[in-house]
T-cell receptor, first 113, second 116 residues
Framework: AQSVTQPDIHITVSEGASLELRCNYS??????LFWYVQSPGQGLQLLLK??????LVQGIKGFEAEFKRSQSSFNLRKPSVHWSDAAEYFC???????????FGAGTRLTVKP | EAGVAQSPRYKIIEKRQSVAFWCNPI?????LYWYQQILGQGPKLLIQ????????DSQLPKDRFSAERLKGVDSTLKIQPAKLEDSAVYLC??????????????FGEGSWLTVV
């Protein structure tokens, strides 16, 4: 079955600095990949998704992610972080034609003023 | 547009008691999901409905968990009897029709369960 690893449990960045959150997946074929954000006490909100085509995906709130098949990665990036970006970020993978979407354990982002 | 509604938001029960969570998906969404999110972990799919039929319940602990979506709209997730390890947030989500069709899954704010 497919699986996701988010190597960083907690990341702290200064406001205005760039951000990269790592995500590695395991799946034998082309995966469907997602990034979600969860603020405290809230449900998950989809930031972006990759199904096929251009490997650089643009999402909401200025986020982007790049699918790299050779590295089995789908890292999330943002050029300039805002204090409101502080939240938990989850990477998820789904297999083609499989409804089971597997989430990583999440990366908690803290933004310093 | 109203989002996915869940209730209750918070519940504390003793082990071996039962609990039920209710979910009202976004109007018109045929697909409904229940996820379990244990503290420090990502959400885990418990069950997925397409209208009132079950698509996937492979990770649902069927000896104690049950879920139904009788009329293809609202859904109820029940735990009986509860164990300490069931303490988690139970997230309901919906999409139209399924996320692999390119449609976004919308999540509710979750029902927080503490089993003591």
């Amino acid at each position: 079955a497919q699986s996701v690893t988010q190597p960083d449990i907690h990341i702290t960045v200064s406001e205005g600095a760039s951000l990269e959150l790592r995500c590695n997946y395991s799946y034998g074929a082309t995966p469907y990949l997602f990034w979600y954000v969860q603020s405290p006490g809230q449900g998950l909100q989809l930031l972006l998704k990759y199904f096929s085509g251009d490997t650089l995906v643009q999402g909401i709130k200025g986020f982007e992610a790049e699918f790299k098949r050779s590295q089995s990665s789908f890292n999330l990036r943002k050029p300039s972080v805002h204090w409101s970006d502080a939240a938990e970020y989850f990477c998820a993978v789904a297999a083609y034609n499989n409804n089971d979407m597997r989430f990583g354990a999440g990366t908690r982002l803290t933004v310093k003023p | 547009e109203a989002g996915v509604a869940q209730s209750p938001r918070y519940k504390i029960i003793e082990k071996r008691q039962s609990v039920a969570f209710w979910c009202n998906p976004i109007s018109g969404h045929a697909t409904l999901y229940w996820y379990q999110q244990i503290l420090g972990q990502g959400p885990k799919l418990l069950i997925q409905f397409q209208n009132n039929g079950v698509v996937d319940d492979s990770q649902l602990p069927k000896d104690r968990f049950s879920a139904e979506r009788l009329k293809g709209v609202d859904s109820t997730l029940k735990i009986q009897p509860a164990k300490l390890e069931d303490s988690a947030v139970y997230l309901c989500a919906s999409s139209s029709p399924g996320h692999l069709s390119g449609n976004t899954i919308y999540f509710g704010e979750g029902s927080w369960l503490t089993v003591v």
